[in-house]
């Protein structure tokens, strides 16, 4: 296992040197210190299976309230929703990303669909590249680093990417000071998975619906493998812009690599019934066939991947994994 040191090269420190003095730390009150149950599946996927006696670990994060409870609360500036921990469906995410038990994709009633999509776990086991949108503290990603740095063999001759990527540059922030906790933390089975032939983590601001990302793919010519969220649609407003950003992501990266079949795995709650303002899962996969003229397929995953977080008194619906892709 990995030193704290020998990290460093994985979880860089914040580079503030191009950074406005408008980005003072005062303006982030992250007081509180949450966790995030890891699935067990995250790091037994490893051939060397690094994970202690039990399987399991907690991520610990930085946010500015605690996890007792879903809404805005004392030292959580009004909208930023992204800045405080949502029991929702960060587990259930990671849980199928690193799934060993393939379970059937729908309902089998659209036989258009057939083909299209492979179960999120082999196109992630495929991937070097992958980006979070709409991160927020930055939980998801940084478990999904620390799963695939756990399945790297050390004469791996490519190093995965994961981009944590957020609309909000305070989210941005946040997701970097839990990137350079976690890295910190030698008593974090986290970190201590981690090897030295590991995975980059960067967190970068990224809007979604513009008319196009130009630069963000300068930066990143060779785009992404895949593309994951988790509770990321709160309204009906949302959606285009959204799947208008997901839709670029994956012609992208199909143009830039002809052999790929780029994916975008979604892990939504349905909070519909809490105000008519959340959209529905219906109003979902609706709004993903209709994103560019149809130019993307959309899937719901069977199965049930909610584990803990499913079981929080007083959330919404279950856990519901959906699979987008570009048409052939």
């Not at 030193?3 to 191009?18: M, Y």
């Not at 933390?185 to 960067?202: G, H």
């Not at 959906?322 to 048409?327: E, K, N, P, R």
């Amino acid at each position: 296992m990995a030193s704290v040191d020998a990290l460093a090269g994985c979880f860089p420190s914040r580079d503030r040197s191009d950074e406005s003095q408008d980005g003072d730390d005062g303006m982030l009150d992250l007081s509180s210190v949450v966790t995030l149950d890891i699935p067990s599946c995250v790091l037994t996927t490893s051939a060397n299976n690094l994970s202690g006696s039990d399987g399991a670990f907690k991520l610990n994060l930085l946010a500015c309230a605690s996890a007792d409870g879903e809404g805005d609360r004392p030292g959580c500036r009004q909208g930023n929703t992204g800045l405080f921990y949502w029991r929702g469906a960060s587990e259930g995410l990671l849980r199928v990303l690193f799934s060993t038990h393939e379970n059937d994709l729908g309902n089998g009633d659209d036989d258009d669909n057939d083909g299209a999509f492979v179960h999120p776990s082999v196109a992630l086991a495929k991937a070097t590249r992958v980006l979070e949108l709409g991160a927020g503290l930055g939980g998801a990603g940084i478990g999904v680093a620390v799963g695939m740095a756990g399945r790297q063999s050390p004469d791996a001759q490519i190093k995965g990417v994961v981009v944590i990527t957020d609309g909000n540059p305070d989210a941005v922030e946040a997701s970097r000071r839990n990137v350079d906790l976690v890295m910190n933390d030698e008593t974090n089975m986290a970190t201590k998975a981690l090897r030295t032939r590991c995975v980059d983590v960067s967190c970068e601001v990224l809007l979604w619906g513009q008319a196009n990302h130009d630069v963000f793919f300068e930066k990143h010519p060779d785009s992404f493998d895949v593309v994951v969220g988790c509770d990321l649609i709160y309204s009906h407003e949302q959606l285009p812009m959204l799947f208008a950003t997901i839709w670029q992501l994956l012609k992208t990266r199909r143009e830039r690599s002809t052999n790929s079949n780029p994916m975008a795995i979604i892990a939504f709650r349905d909070r519909s019934r809490l105000s008519p303002v959340h959209p529905n899962l219906d109003a979902v996969l609706t709004a993903a066939f209709m994103a560019r003229k149809g130019g993307l397929l959309a899937e719901v995953l069977g199965g049930d991947y909610g584990g803990s977080e499913a079981e929080y008194e007083g959330a919404a619906g279950r856990v519901q994994i959906i699979l987008i892709t570009l048409q052939q």
